[in-house]
């Protein structure tokens, strides 16, 4: 079954970027779990704290490591004794002994808190929703980097096609085709759809730029190879959920991918590898960033610092996974550089802009 629907339609530098910088190509995240496991432990010394929430077990541990070792890096260069970092385990959070908890950052990919933070402790989930009341989020959602490629594909709003199972919410469709602008054209498809009568449909639309993927599995390459027999060679549009598995097919070269701007990641990088002898992940950097605010806002301001107020400046700060400001309902907004397909590789092809 396919389905059409049709719809018209300040700044603080948290680092010192360093002469190192991004080379422009780079393959997605591959998370492998190495070193010691994770321990409660607090590090260093200060007049506030920030509490690191992961889970110390299970098959989320390892990114939990990277995220403690990113937050570890910018703590041992950016803290100056005036922040503690308390790592936490999520499996049974324990903040009795914790003083002065200012900011608490919480890593749950389940969507679930397993023990209520200190109520008087800003909440930052390092994931893509606020997962407390007036709580704020770290990460972009995989939406707002498909409307971020899809308004690079088709500037002057040119008409778009929005490929998406037909499980997804058609509220979710809308806004999504709302943020990006001009004429988006919505096919939801079965499971059993093939990609030959998807390709059809799309034809059948009419003279469109771009076509989009809300999915990140096998069904997407079938339904580019498809994509790439058409006469119009609409250009294909992927999101940050897009893996190796996808981003390393042949049949997905020259898909565009827009990301959150990597241009600081050799800060980063360089120490990181010095320290833990391998390379940061994302989420290394998501770590990174949050103590990194904490840590600016604390040295500026004094140990209560740590408001939502301040976190929601409109200025907004640039970290080392890019510049990003808090909204005004807890999610974030990112500036993302545009990326190609190459050879397995993500490869810059457009820059983020500088600031907002």
């Not at 970290?319 to 500036?335: I, M, N, P, S």
Request: charged letters at 20%; one cysteine or more; glycine letters at 10%.
């Amino acid at each position: 079954m396919i389905t059409i629907l049709r719809r018209s339609c300040f700044f603080l530098a948290l680092i010192a970027l360093s002469a190192c910088q991004y080379a422009g190509e780079t393959t997605l995240d591959q998370v492998e779990d190495v070193g010691p496991p994770l321990n409660a432990e607090v590090i260093g010394s200060g007049d506030a704290t920030l509490a690191l929430v992961l889970p110390f077990e299970g098959s989320n541990a390892a990114t939990a490591k990277q995220i403690r070792n990113g937050a570890v890096l910018a703590h041992e260069h950016l803290s100056a004794d005036k922040l503690k970092l308390a790592i936490v385990n999520a499996g049974s959070p324990d903040y009795s002994d914790l003083k002065n908890t200012s900011l608490v950052a919480l890593y749950a990919p389940d969507n679930k808190v397993h023990s209520s933070p200190p109520g008087r402790a800003v909440n930052v989930s390092l994931g893509d929703k606020p997962l407390t009341k007036d709580g704020l989020s770290m990460v972009a959602s995989d939406m707002d980097s498909l409307v971020a490629g899809l308004r690079f594909a088709s500037p002057s709003g040119a008409p778009v096609v929005v490929l998406a199972p037909e499980t997804q919410s058609d509220a979710d469709l809308e806004a999504l085709a709302k943020k990006v602008g001009g004429t988006v054209e919505i096919i939801k498809y079965a499971k059993n759809a093939k990609g030959t009568a998807l390709a059809k449909s799309i034809e059948s639309v009419g003279d469109i730029t771009a076509v989009g993927f809300v999915e990140s599995n096998s069904k997407v390459v079938e339904i580019a190879a498809a994509l790439k027999r058409l006469k119009s060679k609409p250009v294909i549009i992927g999101h940050t959920g897009w893996g190796q598995s996808l981003v390393g097919n042949p049949k997905m070269r020259d898909a565009i991918v827009a990301r959150p701007d990597s241009s600081s990641w050799g800060f980063v990088t360089e120490r990181y590898q010095k320290k833990f002898g391998e390379n940061p992940t994302e989420m290394s950097l998501y770590g990174f960033d949050i103590v990194a605010v904490a840590a600016g806002l604390v040295r500026q301001h004094g140990s209560r610092a740590i408001t939502r107020k301040r976190l929601g400046d409109s200025k907004g700060f640039k970290g080392a996974a890019g510049a990003f400001r808090f909204t005004k309902d807890g999610t974030v907004e990112r500036l993302y550089e545009i990326t190609k397909i190459d050879g397995g590789k993500l490869t810059v092809i457009k820059r983020a802009p500088a600031g907002f």
